[in-house]
């Protein structure tokens, strides 16, 4: 039974993992690159622990919304450790990943413009090619109500970005 455990994971790793660095290099800012490393293997761990819920047939979607979450706690505890620092140091108003892989202003001020849900749902689908279903997946949702939330998430970026103006 190990065996066949073993087995099953080391699949679901070989098949997930690059969908999961890529997904988590995407999204790093403010983290280093040094980082996805760790927060792939925070994954892994997770993926071990709870092989007996990945749904099969779905196993990088559900593990592309582990790593979600998990990117979030990361953010959520570097944000933290700025706090700390900013009563130290200066702030550093450097540019975010999305300034440097968007060379679009409109664009760029449409993306801003979303809500963070929105903003993710539309880059899981644009980035990182997730269709309806898979987003679901990651997001907990059904393929039916990934499919609005996009869709209307697309509608949003699309009036917004008609409605930019750039000087």
Request: glycine letters at 6%.
């Amino acid at each position: 039974m190990r065996a066949q455990r073993e087995r099953r994971f080391r699949a679901v790793a070989d098949e997930a993992t690059p969908a999961i660095g890529a997904y988590l290099k995407r999204r790093i800012y403010p983290l280093t690159y040094t980082d996805v490393d760790d927060l792939v293997e925070e994954v892994l761990i997770i993926a071990w622990r709870r092989l007996d819920d990945i749904p099969l047939g779905a196993e990088v979607p559900w593990l592309i919304g582990v790593a979600r979450n998990v990117l979030r706690n990361a953010h959520r505890k570097f944000r933290r450790g700025e706090v700390v620092v900013s009563h130290l140091a200066r702030p550093h108003h450097g540019s975010s990943a999305e300034d440097n892989v968007i060379a679009d202003e409109g664009v760029r001020a449409a993306l801003e413009s979303l809500s963070e849900d929105d903003r993710d749902i539309v880059l899981l689908h644009a980035w990182d090619g997730r269709s309806a279903a898979e987003i679901g997946a990651i997001l907990g949702l059904t393929t039916n109500a990934a499919a609005v939330r996009l869709s209307r998430a697309q509608d949003r970026f699309r009036k917004n970005f008609a409605s930019v103006s750039i000087d």
